[in-house]
């Protein structure tokens, strides 16, 4: 498609699981972003991957949450051990990387419910 | 770093009045700033941005956006509102660093009254 593509929509996991989400980026962009929507707190930015670059990880917030990005395109974001406040939606996002006024594209999200 | 506020987490207009969403940011540098829209169980469309040209940005949907330096501000308007404008609106700005991801504001969610 045109957009970029999130998979799965929604998830319903039990507290303790891991899970993986998955992210398909608009062909050609170099820049792939995570964040995370949590009730009540708003969007906080996750990881940026640029090109070949060392990802920036500083937003992760704990070391339970990884990702990859195969290829320079589909990144995977994993999050081990699964907590309650862990439930959200995850936006993942990607641009051309020609300057800082390029728009960014979010996808429709990863409702991830942990129980 | 930079941040951006957005006054008011809840705005309610009667259908044909002026809609006005406030966003101030922060930054010691000249900033890229922008206006997202997300509606229930969407992702976040773009709206509009400024980088730095044309001080008024005219965006999708009849949504305008002034920059002011002076203020500090990043205001969202359109002259008439539709009911079709429920959504949540999210101001955000560009980071200076090399990830250039955006920093967003808190979010105003706009209601529309028939």
């Known amino acids: 498609g045109a957009g970029v593509s999130q998979s799965p929509s929604n998830k319903v996991t039990e507290k303790g699981k891991d899970v993986e989400l998955r992210c398909d980026p608009i062909?050609?962009?170099?820049?792939l972003y995570w964040y995370r929507q949590s009730l009540g707190q708003g969007l906080e930015f996750l990881i940026y991957?640029?090109?070949?670059?060392?990802?920036?990880k500083s937003g992760l917030p704990s070391d339970r949450f990884s990702a990859e990005r195969t290829g320079g395109s589909v990144s995977t974001l994993t999050i081990q051990r699964t907590q309650q406040e862990d439930s959200a939606v995850y936006l993942c996002?990607?641009?051309?990387?020609?300057?800082?006024?390029?728009?960014?594209?979010f996808g429709e999200g990863s409702w991830l419910t942990v129980v | 770093a930079q941040s951006v506020t957005q006054l008011g987490s809840h705005v309610s207009v009667s259908e044909g009045a002026l809609v006005l969403l406030r966003c101030n940011y922060s930054?010691?540098?000249?900033?890229?700033l922008f206006w997202y829209v997300q509606y229930p169980n969407q992702g976040l469309q773009l709206l509009l941005k400024?980088?730095?040209?044309?001080?008024l940005v005219k965006g999708i949907n009849g949504f305008e956006a002034e920059f002011k330096k002076s203020e500090t501000s990043f205001h969202l308007t359109k002259p008439s509102a539709h009911m079709s404008d429920a959504a949540e609106y999210f101001c955000?700005?560009?980071?200076?660093?090399?990830?250039?991801?955006?920093?967003f504001g808190s979010g105003t969610r706009l209601q529309v009254q028939p």
């Open positions: 930054s010691s540098v000249p900033p890229y």
């Open positions: 996002a990607s641009s051309f990387d020609r300057g800082q006024g390029n728009t960014i594209y």
């Open positions: 991957f640029q090109g070949n670059s060392a990802p920036d």
């Open positions: 062909s050609g962009h170099t820049a």
């Open positions: 400024y980088t730095s040209a044309a001080t």
């Open positions: 955000a700005v560009s980071d200076l660093t090399g990830r250039r991801a955006l920093t």
